[in-house]
């Protein structure tokens, strides 16, 4: 399942630049409002669901290399925030469903997390 | 080749400066701009234009064009007369003759000679913008006195945009290899790399800037993925802990050595009244409004402690607090080659 199916099928926004999103495969996810446990929860190319939409989400998802963050119940970024995501290569995306939802429905498709 | 080559300095023409260049760039549009978009102002259309065009003459028969046409697999000339550019003619004006059976009409009859020129000396985003506005496939380039010198097309562009990508690519490769060499090539009793970062107060604007400086230096300094990454997470933490609880901020330090890594931080207050208690996962004296951003979670030492090898912390109140957290490193990590298997993370202490 790459992050293009995931982007149609959920039917999230784009927020940032587009990008080969059919490259990216995402090996699992990781669900938190709170930095430090998603510092301590989420691996490398993990998406990350999060309601959280102001400018430390980037830092957090560049440093673990997070490729994209499914930001949650329309919470929306400042332009600031989206101008570092696409500086530091990170995807954000947006939708109007609550994060029980998409955790839901990801998993349902098969995103999984690794043991 | 030297990496820090770079384009000849030249004096931008009077065309130049009325381009975006000359207006001043907020901080908040220098973010927005990707690489992309400066390249395609800082590659000029002589660097990426085909020179060794075909050309044509206005008294050239169109059959004659369309062999060379063919020939070269190419869909349209300029049109040349005493080295000035007088026309262009494309495969479609060619259609337009046969249609007539007018094949061995010259090319003056045909050719278009209401020309879009680009200049050799713009930058790209001029002739890319003259693309999108004419609709047409390629434009003819010329000089200060409108003699041609080439021809553009937007592939000329895309593979100019990719060379010079690929570009940026190996620089960084360059820069990797000389830093990763630094422990190998400066020889003394003991070498330390010290990179230090004021971090003030409150600034949770730049929250997390020093802590991916710090990773990428160390990945440039050679330490493998994993290394760099529990370094990252554990200095995130310390920085952000220096934001959200001391009164000046303080210092963020990197010491790098090649079988350890230290970092360490630094301030003048408030200091922790009691060590044993901010151990603690889920302590946290961080205010409701901090709290609202997703810090506070009271898991910042927690997740030091699980990624570094050691980790001190002394404090008095009223002075101030240091922290020093601790990664020995494969010594495979500093002296150039990369640590082929990296070690398996820590596991969570959360619970336990």
Redesign the interface.
Known sequence: MNLQQIIDNLNLTLLTEPRDFTSIKPEGGYTSDLLSCVMAGAKSNYLWITLQAHLNIVAVAALLEVPAIIITENARPDAATIAKANEQGITLLSTPSPTYEIDGKLWEMGIHTQE | MSPTSRLPVRTPTQQETHGRRDRSITD?DA??I?RVEELSYDLKVHEVMTANMQIATPDMPLSAVLEILRINHISGVPVVKDNQLTGILSLEDIVRAMQKNELSAPVSQYMTSKLITVASYDPIVGAMQKFSDSRLGRLPVVDEDHRLVGMITKGDITRGILVALQKDYKEEEVRRYRASHLFEDIVSDRTTLVLRYNIKAHD??H???A??HI?RALLRLGADPQTA?RC??AV??AE?NLIIHTTNGGILKLEVESHRITMSTTDDGPGIPDINQVLQAGYSTATEQVRE???G????L??IK?CVDKMDIESTVGKGTKLVMRIYVPTENFNGRKDEKPNE?PT?H?QS
């Open positions: 908040q973010n927005a990707n949770f604007t929250g997390g800037n802590s991916s990773k990454r990252g997470i995130y933490e952000i951003m997703g810090f979670a009271g898991m910042g927690v997740n699980r993370p969570d959360r």
